[in-house]
């Protein structure tokens, strides 16, 4: 088999950093217009077994009630702010590794069989990077969420969390937001990547995606919200988990100690609390963040990514 890595683009520190400006707008622009959900998601959570208030509706009601019609928005700032950082780093992280592992594979034909655990390893390596530039904001929008009153707004949260526990406050959850993340990551790379084969060996939707912008953005839509469902679902046990921490639950001891009681206490029915919630969330989210990607790189004139599938492979 000849070596040669021809088929991987060489990309320039602009093209990166048009990967990273179209991230970082598709992520803020979803995750913000997500905050309402999220809010109604995070507290059936955190809901004793039982609670009359288990349902989108039910505890939509009961925050409006309680808090108003702004309490539906509490911690825009820190998911505005943070996913601003994440998604930015986590695509073009995901552009930099996937480039980086076929390149290591040593020609188009090895990356193309490996392919899947490139989009792995990739996502795996770029959400790594992404987490660990999230998790103090992704801390402070969880504890403005689940304690009412905690402070107000982003600043409050992160100078009060500050105070009472210094840098490792930020990083309590760290270890249990990597065990969201990454699975998260993979789902939704992966199954993106998998998708988007699969329209190309089926010649009616490969059609459709080269037959204008409407296919084009039907394709995309597509792929992303399938994406979605997929990243939810592997990611969710962990979500649950991490609401639980950063409320001050799992006792003492290490992050990942904690982790482990509060999945016994959960059980395995409650950790699947809220799950129809969060997959709507997050099919839609996904959808839309591939979908504002997409597009912007397409507005900045950054190149397309490395393509390595093997419908690409045959048309060669």
């Not at 552009?95 to 490996?114: D, P, Q, V």
Request: proline residues 4%.
């Amino acid at each position: 088999m000849a070596s040669s890595t021809d088929f991987v683009p060489t990309f320039s520190v602009g093209d990166y950093t048009r990967f990273f400006s179209a991230g970082a707008l598709c992520a803020t622009i979803t995750h913000g217009g997500m905050t309402p959900i999220d809010v109604i998601k995070t507290r059936i959570q955190l809901e004793p077994k039982g609670s009359p208030n288990s349902t989108m509706a039910t505890m939509a009601r009961n925050i409006i009630a309680t808090e108003g019609a702004s309490g539906l928005l509490t911690g825009f700032g820190p998911t505005a702010v943070g996913y601003l950082i994440q998604g930015g780093a986590k695509f073009a992280g995901f552009e930099y590794f996937k480039a980086k592992f076929a390149t290591m594979a040593g020609s188009r034909e090895a990356a193309e069989k490996y392919r899947m655990a490139i989009y792995i390893g990739g996502a795996s390596a770029a959400e790594v990077i992404a987490t660990t530039l999230l998790t103090p904001l992704e801390a402070a929008r969880i504890r403005l969420v689940s304690t009412r009153g905690y402070a107000n707004g982003l600043v409050g949260a992160v100078g009060r969390m500050a105070r009472e526990g210094g840098l490792s406050e930020f990083y309590a959850g760290y270890a249990p937001i990597l065990c969201k993340q990454v699975p998260y990551a993979i789902g939704q790379f992966y199954t993106n990547e998998t998708m988007h084969e699969l329209v190309g060996k089926v010649p009616s939707l490969d059609k459709l995606g080269k037959s204008g912008k409407a296919g084009e953005v039907t394709v995309q839509l597509g792929c992303g919200l399938t994406a979605g469902v997929a990243a939810a679902i592997l990611s969710h046990p962990a979500d649950t988990l991490l609401s639980k921490i950063n409320k001050g639950g799992g006792g003492s001891g290490s992050a990942m100690s904690k982790l482990i009681t509060l999945a016994k206490e959960t059980g395995p029915v409650g950790i699947w609390a809220g799950l129809g919630t969060r997959i709507a969330m997050t099919a839609f989210l996904v959808g839309g963040q591939f979908l504002i990607y997409g597009q912007i790189k397409q507005a900045l004139g950054a190149p397309a990514g490395v393509s390595i599938t093997k419908a690409e492979v045959e048309k060669s």
